[in-house]
């Protein structure tokens, strides 16, 4: 089981600031495990994203356990800073 974002920023200093430590501390502290954390994104077609993470899970219980959890507090940050 994969999460896949695709991450362009409305307010890249405030989504680093306010977010992305504490969603990562999520995804760690939930099992979960990267396989790709990147800007380095080249677009063959159309416009990329700014940056591309993939997260493994062990299963889709997991992975809603996750984002239905701690993480969950975090969405309103996120929405506001990345879309």
Known sequence: M???TEQTFIDEKKYMDEFAGKAVETIKAAGGRFIVRSADVTGLSGDAPKRIVIVGWESMDAMKKWH????AKLIPIRDQTAK
Not at 68 to 71: F, P, T
Request: proline share 0%; hydrophobic share 45%; aromatic share 28%.
């Open 2 to 4: 994969f999460v896949i």
């Open 68 to 71: 239905d959890g701690d993480y």
